[in-house]
T-cell receptor
Framework: EAGVAQSPRYKIIEKRQSVAFWCNPISGHATLYWYQQILGQGPKLLIQFQNNGVVDDSQLPKDRFSAERLKGVDSTLKIQPAKLEDSAVYLC???????????FGSGTRLTVV | AQTVTQSQPEMSVQEAETVTLSCTYDTSESDYYLFWYKQPPSRQMILVIRQEAYKQQNATENRFSVNFQKAAKSFSLKISDSQLGDAAMYFCAYIIMEYGNKLVFGAGTILRVKS
């Protein structure tokens, strides 16, 4: 089975610019997650989708971050405007049954300069 | 608050030897699942092993096994016959059913394998 696809793999932007990340989950996985992983820390959940509805976005900085999951498949995470502290790896994951864990993509490494 | 604590920022092991990574967690719930994930430099999180809290028997997957102490809220990972390919960041994590099936991670332990 194909894994979770993410793009781009790397992105360097200047502060105050905008950036978007794309995720294609495993086919049939209803639940999709975006995590932020700052260097040296464990991943932290930003947003959780069930099909195309948001289940939990309590940790998403909504003044600058937005996410959508059109048609319950692909998802896009956007940051506008970016700050230096947004430099991190952004991981997308999907699951069909979270009790068995998630399948993660390879992430996008964002550097804000 | 949901917390997972990994008290060892970094560990080293000689190739072919055994190493144990520590993890403790905090919850008052009885229904949850515990995981160890491996993150190599490629950044992709790879599931190593999974434990159901209601099962007393410790999970094993080939060279990987856990020591699950529910009363102590401890979940350590033992890697036997360590290989160079085991070098990575290891994260302990859990999902608590009452809290929406969200995977909560510890800060991670870097494992270095010496040849």
């Amino acid at each position: 089975e194909a894994g979770v696809a993410q793009s781009p793999r790397y992105k360097i932007i200047e502060k105050r610019q905008s950036v978007a990340f794309w995720c294609n989950p495993i086919s049939g996985h209803a639940t999709l997650y975006w995590y932020q992983q700052i260097l040296g820390q464990g991943p932290k959940l930003l947003i959780q989708f069930q099909n195309n509805g948001v289940v939990d976005d309590s940790q998403l900085p909504k003044d600058r971050f937005s996410a959508e999951r059109l048609k319950g498949v692909d998802s896009t995470l956007k940051i506008q405007p970016a700050k230096l502290e947004d430099s991190a790896v952004y991981l997308c994951a999907s699951s069909i049954d979270s009790n068995y864990g998630y399948t993660f993509g390879s992430g996008t490494r964002l550097t804000v300069v | 608050a949901q917390t997972v604590t990994q008290s060892q920022p970094e560990m080293s092991v000689q190739e072919a030897e055994t190493v144990t990574l520590s993890c403790t967690y905090d919850t008052s719930e009885s229904d949850y699942y515990l995981f160890w994930y491996k993150q190599p430099p490629s950044r992709q999180m790879i599931l190593v092993i999974r434990q159901e809290a209601y099962k007393q028997q410790n999970a094993t997957e080939n060279r990987f096994s856990v020591n699950f102490q529910k009363a102590a809220k401890s979940f350590s990972l033992k890697i036997s016959d360590s290989q160079l390919g085991d070098a990575a960041m290891y994260f302990c994590a859990y999902i608590i059913m009452e809290y929406g099936n969200k995977l909560v991670f510890g800060a991670g332990t870097i494992l270095r394998v010496k040849s």
